[in-house]
C-alpha cells in the first residue's frame, strides 16, 4: 500500500481494556480511529466526528471521553476502556444487563456510548436522582428510545449496585 | 376496557414483555455495522459533490486525480451507461440538481489518498438558474428543474397524483351554515438516524457482486446493485448489516451509496467500502416531504361535518420515488372522522433543494399537524367546545370512512379519549388555563388520529418467510423485512415461538440476505408486524404442521391430531406422561426424512380503493391514537416548554409491551422535534447547519415527561391481532403540543416549527 504522506508516524502505547497494546499512529490521528482503524474496537462508534453525538464515548482514567475530538498521540500512558471491555467472555457487565433488562436499547447505535458515559458517571455518584441521570449522559444523543428506557435502565444499575453494597 | 394488560389475551409468547433478541450483541458493541467491516485488499470509496444547487459540467478531467498515489479509480457520468439510475436519482450526473449530487467517485488505498483524489479533480460547472420553494417553482416561466422529462409538467410532477372523491363537496358547501377555510405550513426534516449510511461492495469470484450495507430496503438494495452494474438480478446481491436506525430514511441516498460502491468495486476489482459523512448524509439524504395545506369545511349548526376539501401540495425536492405517498396522503387528509362530501387533491413540486422521502409517518405527521389544529378552528367558528364537536364527529364501528371504506372493525377511539382525558385531567386543566394571566401560562393539547395499518392499497404489502428445524432441535428464520431498531427480529421471535410452541432462545432470526428469501418489499408503513409477520405464521404453522406427524409416529398413534406442541414438548392429547421433547421430534424428523423447512407467502386480500376514482377500502384495517400534550409558555422570552406528553394507541394485540412503548418514547422525542426543535437552515437550496452542533435534536434534557399506554382490540386483521405502532408513535405528537400551545396563549401555528423566538413574535405582534 502506499501512503503518499510523508508525516513521522508516532509510536505510543497505552492499556486497551486491562491489556497494554503499542501501536503507530499518524500525528493527526483521532484517537476514535486509533481505536476502530488501528485496534479493531469496533464497539466505539462514529456519529457525527465533531463530539455532538456521544456515540464515540470511552473511558479514559476513568473519565468519559469523546475519541472523536481527541488525538490519539496524546493517550500515550493512559488507561481506556471501551464496551468491548466490560463483558468477560459471555458474561455481561451488569450494566449492560440492566439495558438489556429495561429495554433500553433499539438499533442499538448509541448504546455503548451510553453505556461508558453512564458507568463513568456512576463511578463518581453512585446515588443519582433521575434528573441527575438525565443530565449526565445529555452528551450523548439517542434518535430512537426518547432516553426513557435509558434512564431507567441507568437508574436500575445502579439501584443494584447500591443494594450489592 | 381495552386497556392492555399482561394475560388479558391469552397468549404463550406474545402479549408479554421478551428481551429485545439483538441485545446482546448491540450491549457488547460486537454487533456488525456496516461501517465497522473490513474485508482482504478494500479500498475505500467516496463521492466528489458539486458546489452549486443548479449547473452542468461543462469540463471534467479526472487524470490528476488518477496520478495521486494509492488512487485505483476515478468515475464520472462519462462512465455510466445511462443518465438516471434506478428510482430516477443519478449515480453521478452531467447535470446538478440539487446540493446533494455527484459529479464524481473515487476509490483508492487509504482514507487520505481518498481525499487527495477528490481533490484532485478538475470541473468547470455553468450555473443555471435554480428554483427553490414551491412558490418559486410554480410560478410563470419558472426555470426546470428538470428539462425535457415527460414525468413533468414545467416543475409539476406528474405522478405524484392521487385523490379522494366522495360525494359532491361544491353541492355540500352551499348548503352548509358555516364554512371554514385555512391554510398550514410544514417544514423539511432530517431523519437523524445515528448511524451514517455505509455500504462494502464486494465482487464476487463468480461475476456476482455482493453489497453488505445498512439498507433499510435490502430487495431496493439488489436493485441498486444490478442497475449500477448493468448485471441481471441474479447475479447482485445484498446483505444487511446492523442498521443503527432508519426512519424510513436509509432509502435514496443508501441506494445511490450501494450503486456507487458496486461501480468502484466493479472498476478495480477490489472491495469498496463507502462510508457516508454525517454531513453528507445530512446533506443528501432524503428528508421528510415540506407540505402546504389548504384546508376548507363546511358544517351545520349542529356541529356535523358536511363537506371538506383539501389541497395538498408536497415539495419533492430534486428528484423523486415517492408517488405513493400520495397515496397515503390523501387517505388521511380528512382524518378520523365521518363526513359525508369529501374531496381531496395532491400536487407534487420539484425544487433545486433536497429531495424528500419517507420519513416516520409518510406524509401524516404533517397532515395531523395541519388536520387536528383545523378541526378545532372550525368548532371555535361554529362556538362550539372542540372535543364535544370531534367526538360528535368521530368514526366508528359501521361508519363510512373520509374515502368511502366501511369500517367493519371496532372503533375504541371513545375508550382511548376517556382514559387519556381522566388520565391527564383533560378537561379540568383546559378550563383552568384557558384564562391565564402573568408571564408564565401553561396549555394542554389532543390529538385525535388514524392510520391504515400496512400499506395497503399504497403498494403490494406481501412478504416472505422461511423457516426450519435444524436435527438438535433449534429453529432457523429467514425473513425479507428488516431489523432496524424497531424489535423486528424480536417480535418475529416471539411469534414463531408462539405458532410453534417452542421457546424463544431457540429461534433464530437471520437479517436479510437477497439470496436466501423472496423479494419481501421495503420495510416501511409499520407494516411488518401486522401483514409482514403473516408469513411467518403461516410458515411456522405448516412446519409444526410437519412435524406432528413425525411426533405422531413416535406416539405410535394414526393421527398427527392426537398431537400438541406446548412448551417445548410434544404431547399426546389426553395421555398423562405422553411427552416427547422437541429436539428429539425433529431428530427423528431429519433423519426420517421428514420435510424440515418451508417457505411461504402472505399477501393480503385486494382492496378497492384506487387513485383514478378516489374511493373504496384504502387499508385492511386502520390503528386508531389520541396524544395528550403539556405545555408552558414563558411570555417574557417566548420560551416554550413541554413538560408532559400522554400517548395512547390502539395497537390490536400487543406483542411485546416494553418495545411497544420504546416505540412511543421514541415517537414522542421526534414528534416534539417535528413541532419545535428541528429545522434545517436551508438557504438557497443549501443546507446551512450540516451537523449536530448546529442542527439540533432532543437530548436527554429537552424531552419532556412521558406516559406511552397500549390498548387493545379484537380485529383480526393482522397478525395475532396485531396493528401497526412504530409510525402512529410519532404522528400525532406535533399537533398535540401545538393544540396545547394554543390553549396556553390563544395563538393559533400556522407554520412549524414554532421554536422561542418565533413564539415570541406571536405573543407581541
Ligand atoms: S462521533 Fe464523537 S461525538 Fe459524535
Ligand atoms: S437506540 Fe438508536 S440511536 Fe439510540
Redesign the interface.
Known sequence: ?????MSENIKIAFTLNGEVVNLEVEPDQTLLSAL?DNLG??????????G??G?CTVIVDGKATKSCIALAAAFDGREIV???G??NGDQ?HPI?EA?????A????????GF?MSALAYLEKHPRPRREEI??A???????????????DAIEYYANEMEEAQ | MPLFAEGNKKYSHINK?C??V??????????D?A??LVFPDMLFGGSLHGPYTHAKVKRICVEKALA???VRAVLTYKDLNKPFSWGYYTYMTEILRYEGDVVAIVAA??K??LE?GLEAIDVEYEELPAVYTIDEAMADGAPLVHENNEDCAGNIWSHARCKVRKGDVDVAFTDCDVIVEREYETQAVE??????EAAVAVPEKNGCMTVYACAANPFFGRRWIADSLGIPRSKARLVQT??????GGKEELMGLTIGRASLLADATGHPVKMVI??EESIVCSSKRHPFKFKYKAGVNKDGKLQALQVTLIEDVGAYHMHEFMSFRAVVHAAGAYVIPNVKVDILGVFTNTVTSGAMRGYSSPQIIYAQEQFYEEVAEELGMDFLAFKKSNMLHKGAIHPCGQELNEEVILPEIIENLCAKTDFEGKRKKYANQTGDKRKGIGMSIFHRGCGLGNESIDASAAYICVHDDGSVMVNVGLVE????LHTAYSQIVAETLGVPVEKILVNKVDTNTILDSGPTVASRCTVMGAQSVRKAAQELKSYLKETAAMMFHTESPDQVALEDGMFILIGVPDAAIPFHEVCNVHHWTGGQSGVMNWYKPPKLSFSCKTGFGDAFPTYSYSVCVAEVEVDYKTGEITVEKVTSGHDVGTVINP??S??QI??????GQGFAMMENLAIKDGKIRNK???TFM?????D?PE?EAILFECEDKTGTYGAKSLGENATEGVASAIINALHNATGERINKIPINKVKMFELLHK
Open positions: 500500500m502506499v501512503n503518499f504522506r476502530r474496537m469496533t464497539g466505539v462508534k462514529e456519529g457525527c466526528s465533531i455532538e453525538c456515540t471501551t464496551i468491548e466490560l463483558a455481561l449492560q439495558f438489556i433488562e429495561k429495554n436499547i433499539q438499533c442499538g447505535f448509541c448504546t455503548p453505556i438525565r443530565k449522559i445529555s452528551g450523548n444523543l439517542c434518535r430512537c428510545t426518547g432516553y426513557e428506557q435509558i434512564v | 414483555f428481551p429485545r439483538d441485545a446482546k450483541e448491540k450491549v457488547t458493541g460486537r454487533a455495522y461501517a465497522d495521486v498515489p494509492g488505498d487509504t487520505h489518498a487527495a431523519h437523524l438516524y445515528l448511524e451514517p446492523t442498521i443503527g436506525g432508519s426512519f459523512s454525517r432496524n431498531g424497531q424489535g416494553e418495545t412503548k420504546g418514547f421514541g415517537g414522542i422525542a421526534m451537523n449536530l452542533d435534536i432532543a437530548s436527554s434534557m424531552t412521558m
